[in-house]
């Protein structure tokens, strides 16, 4: 790799070894095991891979390639498919290479990668055995030497991490957040509140923590500040420690390294001399690591934790002021659940066996389903997940202690408040609830209607009318499944609705007597007056009066009159 490349793409492949499984043809080779690398930036992780062109007189085709970190009950987890990794990585391969591309590195991208194919043929699957470790790192000012003076220091500075970085990286140094220059080193004056930064050339977002150079030339840091652990087990506290390599132009060698969590008359009583811990403490110390081994361990043993080292200058022992809050408990477990759909071929459901608190990772699992053991990882991976499954995992040796189980959701039950004929006008609320771990979601569906009436688990109906009536599904979800149930609405007349048919009712009752006594009095009244004008032109006509006709077409005109009335 050139030193623009390496530049470029921020990577440091510490151990350049060719890794080869070979079987009859098959085989992976690695271009590195080690690679250690600065957060934010982008990776490459190589390999090679070969195959027979026949196999058993059939001619051989890759299917499938990939790289995975993840792999339980048969099931290797493309990390393409993982959410972790999302936008985030890319497979580049052809003749017979592969290159896995990560960008945007986290510290918890740090992992062996391995790379897998798959062929037509019956036993062409192959999985690099060996794969390859990668470490994610920040970066840290790291005093190489330094002279006290009476108002300020000379001192010079390197940029370092928790892995070994390439010699030719160029950094860029921060002196109390301003830019000063670039290069593999800083040697400057600081006066007592100057704080340096420094970071790689191109990721200047992912600088180091600043530093009082005057006063954290020499420092501790703890890897954790919280652990729990439980009882009978064995944890590991892990520290690392700077100092300059000269002060005051002499050689800093180290002493004497120890933990302590007690003082007697002001001075730290190294643990390995407590009869409290005999036997049960070791210090694993080196290249400016220290790790406290506590094995068997006691709920008395929860304590805050500290390392100390001295060495041959003057002013140098060091307290890592902080130190590590142990607890000593139960470990708490829970199943968290995730779910990847990305690829229609390549989906899976993955179980991670987690505590609340931060326990060793080098504790080992057990996996349960439906109370038999399946599997012996931290995390476990199925293909399908069936309804009537359910899931635990609990610690080996510590099986006493199970985490809650998972399953998918029971069939829901339902209900509706008030109960019976819901009135027009009034309002309901209807509840949908779920044996659901994890917790389900719920969606509500109204028959005939494709798209969700509502979601949640209580859904209110104000002002209900007819056409809110009928049938209603009440959905549970949850990422290992789906239930459903069904209730049906009836909506009744409200109180306004049956006032306005009393009033029809009445009005009914009231009128039509009314109408038909009117009908019959006009009707009488016609009658009368048809008789009284028949009178009357009989006697005309008796007294041959010359007015007869005038007098019967005006008594028709009148009888006409009210028939239309009546009509």
């Known amino acids: 790799m050139s030193v623009t490349a390496a530049a470029s793409g921020f990577v440091v492949l510490l151990l350049t070894v060719t890794v080869v499984q070979c079987e009859n043809g098959w085989d992976v080779s690695y271009t590195s095991t080690e690679i250690c690398a600065v957060r934010g930036s982008t990776v490459y992780i190589t390999c090679t891979y070969t195959y027979p062109s026949t196999f058993n007189n059939h001619e051989t085709t890759v299917q499938e390639t990939f790289w995975f970190i993840k792999e339980s009950n048969g099931i290797h987890v493309d990390l393409r498919t993982d959410p972790e990794y999302s936008g985030r990585v890319e497979n580049l391969w052809g003749n017979n290479k592969c290159t896995l591309r990560i960008s945007n590195l986290r510290e918890s991208d740090s992992a062996v990668y391995k790379f897998r194919f798959t062929t037509n043929q019956p036993t062409g699957s192959l999985t690099g055995s060996a794969g390859v470790t990668l470490s994610v790192t920040d970066l840290h000012v790291q005093v190489s030497r330094s002279e006290k003076h009476d108002s300020f220091d000379r001192a010079e500075l390197r940029c370092q991490s928790r892995c070994r970085l390439p010699d030719h990286l160029n950094y860029v140094w921060y002196k109390n957040q301003q830019k000063i220059e670039e290069g593999a080193t800083y040697l400057d004056i600081f006066l007592r509140t100057d704080r340096v930064s420094c970071a790689v050339k191109g990721l200047e977002d992912f600088r180091s923590p600043s530093m009082l150079v005057s006063q954290n030339g020499w420092s501790v840091s703890y890897t954790s500040t919280e652990i729990c652990a439980f009882r009978g087990s064995t944890v590991d506290i892990n520290c690392t420690y700077t100092y300059p390599s000269t002060f005051n132009l002499r050689d800093t060698t180290v002493q004497e390294t120890f933990w302590f969590i007690k003082e007697s008359n002001g001075i730290p009583v190294d643990l390995r001399t407590d009869p409290e811990y005999s036997g049960r403490v070791e210090n694993l110390c080196g290249n400016n690591k220290c790790t406290l081994r506590i094995s068997n361990l006691r709920e008395s043993d929860s304590a805050v934790y500290k390392f100390r080292f001295t060495t041959n200058q003057p002013t140098g022992s060091v307290t890592g002021s902080a130190g590590v809050t142990l607890s000593v408990t139960d470990p708490q477990l829970q199943v968290d659940v995730r779910r990847s759909t990305a690829n229609p071929s390549s989906t899976w459901t993955e179980l991670t066996c987690h505590s609340r608190c931060q326990l060793p990772d080098h504790l080992s699992y057990v996996w349960y389903n439906n109370n038999k053991p399946v599997g012996r990882k931290k995390y476990f991976h199925l293909r399908h997940f069936n309804d009537e499954d359910s899931y ?115 009005l009914v009752v009231v009128l039509v007597p009314v109408l038909v006594w009117t009908l019959w009095t006009r009707m009488k009244k016609t009658l009368s007056l048809k008789s009284e004008v028949n009178e009357a032109v009989e006697m005309i006509e008796s007294q041959n009066c010359p007015e007869y006709e005038n007098v019967a077409a005006a008594a028709q005109t009148e009888d006409t009159e009210e028939q239309e009335d009546l009509v």
Not at 401 to 419: H, L, Q
Not at 491 to 503: F, T
């Open 392 to 506: 635990h995992c609990a610690i080996e040796g510590q099986e006493r202690f199970p985490s809650p189980t998972v399953y998918a959701p029971k069939p829901p039950s339902v209900s509706v408040s008030p109960s019976g004929e819901i009135m027009e006008g009034s309002s309901v609320t209807l509840t949908c609830s779920s044996d659901a771990n994890p917790a389900a979601n719920y969606t509500w569906y109204k028959e005939d209607e494709d798209s969700p009436t509502a979601s949640g688990q209580i859904f209110t109906i104000t002002d209900i009318t007819a056409e809110h009536g009928g049938k209603y599904q009440c959905e549970a979800q949850n990422t290992l499944g789906r239930s459903k149930a069904t209730l049906h609405l009836t909506v009744g007349a409200g109180k306004s609705v049956i006032i306005m048919n009393i009033i029809r009712l009445t």
